[in-house]
């Protein structure tokens, strides 16, 4: 039931089906009746204040039906108190759990104002429900929201009760002073219902200024609705829905208690469990990856969102990532493992006790727009992100870096990324300036010993048992009789938390005789796969489909491979399927929607898990290797990449390499001109990129290839890992073509990039010699057009330089260097907002290279006017040159002290601790190791000044952190830095000769 607030209603997003109200409910004891929810299957959330203690016997009435059932509380707060609230759990065995998803739990995360809130109260006179709306204004110290008077001008236009019979409004009230129209007052009968009564809060207008949550300062709320004072009772108890999330619960006074503060309440999360797996957050609801929570086909069971099997070891990981969420600011994890080895599993394990701690969780859909990723720049209460399948988001992934750069980092921002691998594609990703420093974790198989091993599959069977009875079809058997039998001796199902679930899973379904399963010596995706078919089949009847094996299988194929944004789309890529008659999409569409339901308004999502769609997709390819091939003009770029991607991972199965290797090379090379692209980007996110990198290798060689297939194929190819030395291949080939045509400031550009992708390669003097002919040429350019080409060859005089530094020739280094400082002054001269932090870095760089050759005089003044603009930068945009700016100043630092000036350099050492100490503090991945360095400088400065206790004091501390640096992530290890850090200590504590 919902009540339109005209255009508040879209500030947040499209609200659930679960926050229509049908799971609202009647908890009566004693006379008294109040409002709840129905949070998970029998557990219902109401008011303290309306509930005896725990243990006591309740009467539980849905609203929607008028049955009634018995239940008991299982846990309750302080009535009135910040944890006004309670939980009831329905005992009764009449009870059968509601069809449709639960609501999902949420918070407000950031600080807008006026979003719109709907509560879902009882009509006092009779079971019915009553909607009572109110904007929402914000946030109050951290995860309180104020429930504020209803916005001017909203109308009630629609109130429905969930009563057949129709319902008198015995009074539609509003918190306004003005009495609210009701253009239409209606309930679920054909028959409009009178509204005898219409009036205002009461005769004296008392509005509703404020409810709160529990605040000791009690900003007050008189009343919601007025009347008898009877009427304040009908919401108690009464959920609050914000952007479809339920996000309160309303006490007696009508005070909203939030469900992140019920989180942090060791009794709240003991009482209900598996029911809080996390909080998502309201305004980022758009971004927000949602999954059905009913289990429509056994395979469902095997989601990790799931969590049907509990969660088993991985101490050690857990307090790591514990650890890793303590302190402000932002830090990204990346955590790589093998397909089933349980990352999704750990990362909703991590979710799920963060929600202890008022923390909210966003699992970032793939298909959220780039806007809704935005609103992260704009949090502030602890956010934890999960990027699943880093590997195949590179778009995705630059944006939500954009907005994490954008947070002001007071509170904890932590994005957990989740890959199969940390190869190429991390190599291109870690080149953005927010994962410096992000620390790298391969997860290892849960048990590599055959006693845990056998305990874990033991463990899964009996969980998957207790669960498969929800699933539709799966009722009658006994399910815990054919567990017991199954894990009456030792089995040892693999060391892979997937591989173990499945196992136990096809043993269970193969015990119950469903279907002909394959033997237990098959491939254990070939066994679900089987029963996956059962439901299949049986749901396409349902829908009256009768469809000829072939086609259907091509149908399931794609739907496995590609998850399209709309109908339109979807319709178009059904239209791709041989065999399936116009005049059957919608039916097939629906068809798939049901097998595969998915959020944000798409047709359907895809078949879970991975490994299931990945097997099932591939063997469909080798059977029909041109299925894919009609719908490539359809797909979008990442659609095309992550069909073949699916494709190359389908290929890694023993029994499919063959007959997909060579097919898919084919395909690429058949349709460069649309896959060209995505074959890169798939090459840098699979473990066994072979077929794509062959496909690539012959593009870049093919003379039909033109320039901008090469570029964009160059584009996303990494500087550094295994794909390098092909990046390199067709880099020199771009510059080859070039110089045939006589494109000189192409040319130029190309030899430029040649040379920085030769020299991270160590090809040191290749790498010189591009530069020098890609300098020549800008030198050539710029005098003809010097606005347009001064820019470039600044930049390659630069690159110029850094190669002659390399090679140890400073004096030619310092000569690119200092001409290049001057380019870049005089174009900060004609445009400062574009050029100033090129001029900044610039100067710096001269600054070392006078020191490279002892002109440290020269080199003091470059440093200095180095920071003077860094300081400059820092006023306009601290959050992107703050790092900058602490650079600059140890810099200063040693050559202020080189030249004896020494209480001055102290004084430039001891600020560059300070922002070092800054920035470690949001990111310690990040700047810790900076902060180690600054500190031995500073140990050094105050050595000199006779300083011994204070320079012993700021050595530690930078031995201190390198050790945990070494302890914590030891293949980062700057040896050189510890040495130096070390040989400081030793100097200072006069132990130099030891």
């Known amino acids: 039931m919902q009540i339109d607030l005209g255009d508040a209603g879209s500030a947040v997003g499209t609200a659930r089906t679960s ?51 018995t239940g008991v509380v299982a846990w309750r707060g302080t009535p009135g108190g910040p944890d006004d609230a309670a939980l009831v759990r329905i005992g009764d065995p009449a009870w059968a759990d509601l069809p449709g998803p639960d609501p999902v739990l949420g918070r407000l995360v950031t600080n807008r104002p006026e979003l719109p809130a709907l509560a879902f109260g ?22 309180r929201f ?18 057949a019979e129709p319902a008198r409004a015995e009074r539609l009230v509003t918190g306004d002073a003005e009495p609210a129209r009701a253009e239409r007052l209606v309930t679920g009968d054909a028959e409009p219902a009178r509204a005898e009564r219409l009036v ?154 963060l929600t202890a701690g008022g923390w909210a969780t966003l699992w970032l859909d793939e298909a959220a727009p780039d806007e809704a990723v935005a609103a992260v720049a704009d949090v502030v209460v602890p956010l934890l992100i999960v990027v699943d399948g880093a590997e195949s988001r590179p778009e995705q992934l630059r944006a939500l870096l954009a907005a994490c750069a954008r947070h002001d980092g007071a509170r904890p921002l932590r994005v957990l990324l989740l890959a199969r691998t ?63 039998k199954l894990s009456a001796a030792p089995y040892d199902a693999g060391g892979r938390a997937l591989t173990v679930q499945m196992r136990a899973l096809a043993d269970l379904l193969d015990a119950a005789g469903f279907g002909a399963a394959l033997t237990r010596h098959k491939p254990v995706e070939d066994r679900l796969l089987t029963h996956e078919q059962r439901y299949w089949s049986f749901t396409a009847a349902w829908h009256g489909l009768d469809l000829p094996e072939p086609v259907a299988q091509d149908v399931l194929a794609v739907a496995a491979l590609v998850r399209p944004d709309s109908v339109e789309q979807a319709d178009r890529l059904l239209a791709g399927v041989a065999g399936l008659p116009a005049d059957r999409r919608a039916p097939v569409r629906a068809w798939l929607a049901d097998l595969f339901p998915a959020g944000a308004g798409r047709p359907w999502g895809g078949l879970r898990p991975d490994r299931l769609a990945e097997r099932f997709a591939g063997q469909r390819l080798a059977a029909s290797p041109g299925l894919v091939t009609p719908l490539l003009p359809v797909l979008t770029d990442s659609q095309r990449r992550r ?51 062959t496909a690539l290798r012959r593009i870049a060689a093919d003379p039909a290839s033109d320039v901008d297939r090469l570029v964009a194929i160059a584009d996303r190819l990494p500087r550094l890992g295994d794909l390098a030395p092909l990046a390199v291949e067709i ?39 591009a530069i020098e002919e890609a300098v020549v040429l800008h030198r050539r350019l710029a005098a003809e057009q010097p606005e347009t080409y001064e820019a470039a ?126 920035l470690a503090e949001q990111r310690p991945e990040a700047f810790l190791p900076g902060l180690a360095s600054a500190l031995t400088d500073l140990a050094v400065r105050r050595i000199v000044l006779g300083e011994k206790d204070d320079a012993l004091e700021a050595v530690e501390e930078a031995l201190t952190i390198r050790y945990q640096l070494a302890e914590e992530r030891p293949e980062s290890v700057d040896a050189e830095g510890l040495e130096w850090s070390l040989h400081v200590h030793r100097v200072i504590s006069g132990q130099e000769g030891e």
């Open 200 to 353: 205002t809060s009461d005769a004296e207008s008392v509005r509703a200024e404020r409810l709160v949550t529990g605040d000791e300062e009690s900003v007050r709320g008189e009343r919601l609705v007025g009347g008898a004072a009877g009427d304040v009772a009908e919401l108690a108890g009464a959920p609050v829905f914000c952007g479809g999330l339920l996000v309160g619960v309303t006490g007696d006074g009508l005070a909203v208690t939030s469900v992140s503060a019920l989180c942090r309440d060791r009794g709240f999360q003991e009482a209900a469990g598996p029911a809080v797996p996390r909080l998502s957050p309201v305004e980022l609801a758009a971004a927000q990856l949602t999954e059905p929570d009913d289990p429509r086909s056994p395979a469902s069971l095997l989601r990790a969102g799931a969590r049907v099997v509990g969660f088993r070891g991985r101490h050690r990981l857990m307090d790591e990532l514990g650890a890793w969420c303590s302190g402000a600011g932002f830090a990204a994890l990346l955590l790589h493992g093998p397909v089933g080895q349980g990352k999704s599993r750990v990362a909703h394990e991590l979710a799920g006790r």
């Open 146 to 163: 104020i429930a504020a008077e209803p916005m001017a001008g909203a109308r009630a236009d629609r109130l429905v009760t969930g009563d």
């Open 793 to 918: 060859l600044a930049r390659s005089l630069s690159s110029l330089a850094v190669r002659l530094g390399v090679l140890e020739q400073p004096e030619p280094a310092l000569v690119a260097v200092a001409e290049a400082t001057e380019l870049y002054g005089r174009l900060t001269e004609r445009d400062a907002g574009a050029y100033r932090a090129d001029l900044a870095g610039a100067l710096l760089n001269l600054s070392l290279a006078f020191g490279a050759v002892e002109q440290y005089p020269q080199a003091l003044a470059a440093a200095e006017q180095a920071v003077a603009l860094h300081r400059q930068l820092v006023e306009e945009r601290p959050e992107a040159y703050l790092a900058d700016l602490a650079a600059a100043l140890s810099v200063l630092g040693i050559s202020l002290g080189i030249l004896d000036r020494n209480e001055p350099s102290r004084a430039v050492a001891e600020e560059a601790v300070a922002l070092r100490r800054r």
């Open 643 to 693: 069909v073949l991607t699916g494709w190359a991972r389908a290929a890694r199965h023993t029994d499919l390499t063959d007959r997909l290797t060579v097919p898919l090379t084919s395909l690429c090379l058949r349709h460069a001109d649309l896959l060209a692209a995505a074959t890169a980007e798939a090459a840098t996110s699979v473990a066994a990129p072979g077929p794509l990198v």
């Open 422 to 484: 940390a190869g190429d594609w991390w190599q291109l990703a870690r080149s953005d300036r927010l994962l410096e420093g992000t620390a790298v974790v391969a997860l290892p198989v849960l048990h590599d010993e055959p006693d845990g091993r056998a305990e874990a599959y033991r463990q899964a069977v009996h969980d998957l048992a207790a669960v498969l009875p929800r699933v539709p079809g799966h009722a009658a058997h006994h399910w815990p009789a054919l567990a017991e």
């Open 731 to 769: 880099t020199q080939r771009l510059t080859d073509l070039h110089r045939r045509a006589g494109r000189t400031a192409e040319l130029a550009a190309a030899l430029h990039n040649l040379s920085v992708r030769l020299g991270d390669l160590d090809r040191h003097p290749a790498a010189l010699a």
């Open 19 to 69: 926050a229509d109200g049908g799971r609202v409910v009647s908890v009566e004891v004693a006379g008294r009746r109040a409002a709840g929810c129905l949070i998970a299957g029998r557990l219902v959330l109401t008011s303290a204040g309306a509930t005896p203690e725990a243990g006591s016997e309740v009467i539980v009435c849905l609203a929607a039906s008028g049955r009634i059932f």
């Open 122 to 143: 009882i009509q006092k006179s009779e079971w019915a429900v009553r909607v009572t709306p109110w904007p929402v204004a914000g946030l109050v110290r951290e995860d």
